[in-house]
């Protein structure tokens, strides 16, 4: 289990396609809405693949020089709980510590709270409700 960049047109396009089958479709939100075209190009995105296709895909960008924060993680129904998470996660726990990050942050929906404490997040405090689904304001700080 290798993380890649996306590189390729097709890689970026299945990309964000699992990005919205994964996060948004079930919301009922159109294509284009797991787009969030301010930060992508400056954001750092990682993928899984199996079989040459993408089962697995995050985004980490940098708000300031001491805080880094995950968006769009999503995994692919058929590939949950193989560990695929966990080392898209870990790439960019490693990615903010080479850059000298003191904390990551993250807003998790209450399915996954559990998953993410696991790999060393802490739950701050309730945030926001997308279409209905709570979330939870996330961190983690790097031990240097």
């Not at 968006?71 to 960019?92: C, P, Q, S, T, W």
């Not at 080479?98 to 701050?124: C, D, H, M, P, Q």
Request: net charge positive.
């Amino acid at each position: 289990m290798q993380v890649e960049k996306p590189c390729t047109s097709k890689d970026w396009s299945d990309y964000y396609n699992l990005r919205w089958r994964i996060l948004r479709k079930p919301l009922g939100l159109n294509e284009g809405t797991e787009i969030d075209d301010e930060l992508e190009d400056e954001a750092i995105h990682r993928m899984i693949k199996v079989e040459n296709k993408i089962v697995g895909v995050g985004r980490l960008h940098f708000i300031n020089n001491n805080i880094a924060q995950i968006r769009y993680m999503a995994i692919d129904h058929n590939f949950r709980g193989k560990g695929f998470g966990k080392v898209i996660l870990d790439e960019f726990i490693k990615i903010s510590k080479t850059e000298n990050i003191e904390k990551i942050i993250l807003y998790a929906r209450e399915s996954v709270l559990g998953f993410y404490e696991k790999l060393g997040f802490s739950r701050v405090k309730k945030a926001h409700k997308l279409e209905n689904i709570q979330h939870f304001l996330m961190e983690r700080t790097n031990n240097y």
